[in-house]
């Protein structure tokens, strides 16, 4: 018997189990049914105890290594079916040199990885504005040096904080253009009907 | 007088034939009192409102709104609260209905209290980790609420992946927080009790190809598998219990205030899906303080401050053992944990909670805020 006869002959017998399980188990509830109390009392407590004893077989079942292996089968199964429809639409848009969803997906990434790239240098320069900031507020620490010489190391730190500041400006404007660029590529037609609003990299604040 | 016995006797196996003709006029007469409540069901869900307290938006960003939440008492403490909610349903489970209202407690205890939302997320936020999340929207409300108070702290509040999020965010920057407060937050996911954890066993579940293949986790999905976690409650027992209960007023309404808010799923991004099953579920990285966000790494004992750690005894999504290890990983001193005999929602919901939890959980909060 070859392994996936043994798997699937185990799945079969996990199900079998499951149900088994869950008849017994409403079996055994009903066994029970009390004439004593009032009927509706009883019916009650009756379809409660029967419910119970589904859920406990059905979460049993849930857990077994055959439940979870019939799970990925089924996932994967759909996943692809959908990329191979994807592929299908793909060749489509192709034909008709429309962009496709796996042209704006890469349009977005690279968004991404311009975004990254720009708040990670940003990144460093706020980490190193912070280390002049604290070294300024920190005159003792600089090898006890005279006040005159501390005022100008200060304001030739506030020039390169200037600096930086216009470098973060200039980015900051750089990516407003690529943002623009971007969009105008995005909804030049024909274009797919997927909006362009609210692109990484288009992160803009407002305070009310 | 008749006896069980003599009952039994008389009767047969039906019992006592009277008490079952008075039962079935019983019924009958309820049932017809159901009938005429069918129609009005749909009137009654469309009066279902998403959040009671007043409230005005105060900060917006990309699909972020932060809100404030008006109190008509004064405001007694200084140190802004901010609510935090997972990115996978709508935040309004904190303001559910009057007499349900997690956030109506601490407004009306005087503090100055915010909600994020996150918003919904479309295609184009499919690359957004959790990094941006964190680092970047979480980070940028907090210096916002820091500056608009004139506070260098906030206290934060987190429900279930709200509160694995306000846990990184405060282990990241200590400095910033001044108390957290954790809901159902999933931090340890070594244990096996939860369904979840089992099914996204790197054995069975492929997240990359998931991730790859989808973009953004569609809410449906997500939906279906948090209904699958109960299948015979969810799918059985629920609409039993609404049909056996719908000439009853109070509980229609809770059932489609509570059944609004769980149907109205959002996507959740696709990279912040992928880290949260590969570097939480499948690796769980956090505990070992090996957790890579960005270009920074969480260590939990980096978390210094006063902690309030809430779960939920019957909680199938969060179970206790995913929660409750966090009072041992952090530096804290000042640490607390409260076991709430509860599920996941009704942690925040539930009458008992809203009774008891929340006022206590206001004036843990009140004795640690300026």
């Not at chain 1, 049993?60 to 079916?81: I, Y």
């Not at chain 1, 200037?162 to 407003?176: A, M, N, T, V, Y």
């Not at chain 2, 008490?19 to 009938?35: H, Y």
């Not at chain 2, 976690?229 to 509980?251: D, G, Q, T, V």
């Amino acid at each position: 018997m070859d392994d996936r006869m043994s798997e699937t002959l185990e799945q079969a017998a996990a199900f079998q189990k499951l149900w088994l399980d869950s008849f017994g188990g409403v079996a055994k509830v009903w066994s029970q049914y009390s004439t004593d109390g009032p009927p509706p009392d009883e019916m009650r407590k009756a379809r409660n105890g029967m419910l119970k004893a589904l859920a406990g077989a059905w979460d049993e079942f849930m857990r077994t290594p055959q439940f979870m292996e019939m799970m990925k089968v089924s996932l994967n199964g759909a996943l692809d079916l959908r990329r191979m429809a994807r592929d299908g639409m793909n060749k489509i848009h192709e034909g008709f040199e429309t962009p496709t969803k796996e042209d704006l997906d890469s349009i977005l990434l690279a968004i991404r990885h311009i975004e990254r790239r720009v708040l990670d240098r940003l990144e460093g320069m706020d980490d190193r504005v912070r280390k002049i900031t604290e070294r300024l507020e920190k005159p003792d620490e600089r090898g006890g040096k005279p006040d005159g010489v501390g005022a100008a190391g200060a304001g030739e730190l506030d020039e390169r904080i200037r600096q930086i500041e216009r470098r973060i400006g200039k980015i900051d404007g750089g990516i407003g253009k690529l943002g623009e660029r971007i969009e105008e590529l995005i909804n030049r037609p024909p274009v797919a009907s997927v909006s362009s609003e609210g692109a990484p990299g288009k992160r803009k604040a407002s305070i009310k | 007088m008749s006896t069980t016995t003599d009952v039994k006797e008389k009767t047969g196996f039906f019992g006592n034939w009277e008490a079952w003709q008075t039962s079935f006029l019983d019924e009958g007469f309820t049932n017809l009192r159901r009938m005429a409540a069918l129609p009005l069901l749909a009137e009654k869900m469309e009066r279902v409102r998403k959040g009671v307290t007043p409230r005005e938006i105060v900060y917006e960003e990309d699909r972020l709104k932060l809100y404030r939440y008006i109190g008509q008492g004064e405001k007694k403490h200084k140190t802004p609260l901010c609510f935090v909610f997972a990115l996978v349903n709508r935040p309004y489970i904190f303001d559910l209905k009057e007499g349900r209202s997690v956030l109506a407690h601490f407004v009306n205890a005087g503090f100055d209290t915010y909600l994020v939302d996150w918003g919904t997320p479309t295609r184009a936020e499919r690359y957004l980790t959790t990094d941006d999340y964190v680092n970047g929207y979480l980070h940028n409300v907090i210096n916002f609420l820091r500056e608009r108070t004139g506070e260098p702290q906030v206290s934060l509040l987190g429900y279930c992946m709200g509160g694995t999020l306000s846990t990184i965010y405060t282990a990241l920057h200590q400095e910033r927080v001044r108390n957290l407060i954790l809901l159902a937050a999933g931090i340890d996911f070594a244990t096996r009790d939860g369904l979840i954890n089992l099914w996204t066993d790197p054995r069975y579940f492929d997240v990359d190809k998931f991730v790859d293949t989808m973009g953004n986790i569609p809410a449906d999905f997500l939906q279906n598998a948090f209904l699958m976690l109960k299948p015979i409650a969810n799918l059985i027992e629920k609409p039993i219990n609404l049909l056996e209960n719908l000439h009853k007023e109070e509980f229609v309404e809770d059932y489609l205030y509570m059944e609004t808010w769980l149907n109205d799923n959002i996507p959740v991004p696709g990279e912040v899906y992928r880290e949260f099953a590969k570097y939480l579920f499948q690796q769980n990285l956090l505990t070992r303080n090996r957790l890579p966000v960005g270009r920074h790494t969480v260590d939990l004992r980096k978390i210094t401050c006063p902690l309030l750690n809430l779960m939920a005894k019957n909680d199938d999504l969060v179970p206790c053992a995913q929660t409750e290890p966090l009072n041992d990983l952090v530096s804290s001193t000042d640490k607390e944990k409260i076991i709430w005999p509860a599920g996941h929602i009704g942690l925040a919901v539930s009458g008992k909670a809203q009774k008891e939890l929340w006022p206590r959980a206001t004036e843990w909060l009140a004795k640690r805020s300026q």
